[in-house]
């Protein structure tokens, strides 16, 4: 069976300051989590479905 493999390959990319971003990171690691990773679930808690609401 021929499964389609999902890959990613698009970027978002938004400005934070550093003192944000270091507790991002800190706060990902705590969680075991990759910073890419760790910012995907927490979008995904606030808005199940984001793209549901858009035009």
């Known amino acids: 069976m021929n ?3 999902n890959t990613k ?5 938004f400005r934070i ?7 991002l990171i ?3 690691k ?5 910073l890419s990773s760790y910012i995907q679930k927490k979008i ?3 808005y199940p479905n ?6």
């Open 3 to 5: 499964k389609k493999k």
């Open 26 to 28: 800190k706060t990902a």
């Open 9 to 13: 390959s698009e970027f978002i990319k």
């Open 44 to 46: 995904q808690q606030e």
């Open 50 to 55: 984001p793209f549901q609401s858009l035009p």
């Open 17 to 23: 300051t550093k003192e944000e971003k270091e507790k």
């Open 30 to 34: 705590s969680e075991n989590e990759s």
